[in-house]
Nanobody, 120 residues
């Protein structure tokens, strides 16, 4: 059974930094992508950053130059968040696009989320 688990959220002052971690575990054929999404109160979930099996990355415009996604082992990623702003406050969710077998299509697996609060 595939599991996706995040860690690293918390309270930080504006201008500060946090690093989120995410690990995908279980038995599966291939991990295609891992990414971070966020959802602020009253808003829809939105993509923050993603990294693909080719190591290419994709960032939302509102985090370019401030956040960095990186893969530090085959099934684990970091999201380094610098120069945090109050508007970055949200629950951050890790997403993994996984093929469970060589014959199956990729499916999305989600973590439970970790809260990031940027406030003085």
């Amino acid at each position: 059974q595939v599991q996706v688990v995040e860690s690293g959220g918390g309270l930080v002052q504006p201008g500060g930094s946090l690093r989120l971690s995410c690990a995908a575990s279980g038995s599966f054929f291939r991990l295609n992508t891992m990414g971070w999404y966020r959802q602020a109160p009253g808003k829809e979930r939105e993509l923050v950053a993603a990294i693909f099996s080719s190591a290419s990355t994709n960032y939302a415009d509102f985090v370019k130059g401030r956040f960095t996604i990186s893969m530090y082992s085959p099934h684990m990623v970091y999201l380094q968040m610098n120069s945090l702003r109050p508007e970055d406050t949200a629950v951050y969710y890790c997403n993994a696009g996984i093929r469970e077998t060589r014959w199956s299509n990729a499916m999305d697996y989600w973590g439970k989320g970790t809260l990031v609060t940027v406030s003085s």
